[in-house]
Nanobody, 121 residues
Framework: QVQLVESGGGLVQPGGSLRLSCAAS????????MGWYRQAPGKQRELVAT???????NYADSAKGRFTISRDNAKNTVYLQMNSLKPEDTAVYYC???????????????WGQGTQVTVSS
């Protein structure tokens, strides 16, 4: 099995920063794309940022210039550095990874349990 453990969420004032981490563990052969998504109350889950195995990145317009996604392949970990946070960034943040558990197995998507980010004064 595969487990994704997220950390780094919390309460921060507007203009502040947080760094989210998501570590994958378990039966892993290869990790492909990794990403962060968020879901605010009453809204659909939306993409924040993704990063490929070759470290190509993609950001939602709302994240561009403020958030940075990165990964440490040796640690099977993806990070999201969030700066200049705004109240509208308040949401539960989820990581998603695409993982192959064996050389002949399909690539499957796995989700973390979510971590709450609250931006408020």
């Amino acid at each position: 099995q595969v487990q994704l453990v997220e950390s780094g969420g919390g309460l921060v004032q507007p203009g502040g920063s947080l760094r989210l981490s998501c570590a994958a563990s378990g039966s892993i052969f290869s990790i492909y794309a990794m990403g962060w998504y968020r879901q605010a109350p009453g809204k659909q889950r939306e993409l924040v940022a993704t990063i490929t195995s070759s470290s190509s990145t993609n950001y939602a317009d709302s994240a561009k210039g403020r958030f940075t996604i990165s990964r440490d392949n040796a640690k099977n970990t993806v990070y999201l550095q969030m700066n200049s946070l705004k109240p509208e960034d308040t949401a539960v943040y989820y990581c998603k990874t695409s993982i192959r558990q064996g050389p002949s197995l399909r690539i499957l998507d796995y989700w973390g349990q979510g971590t709450q980010v609250t931006v408020s004064s």
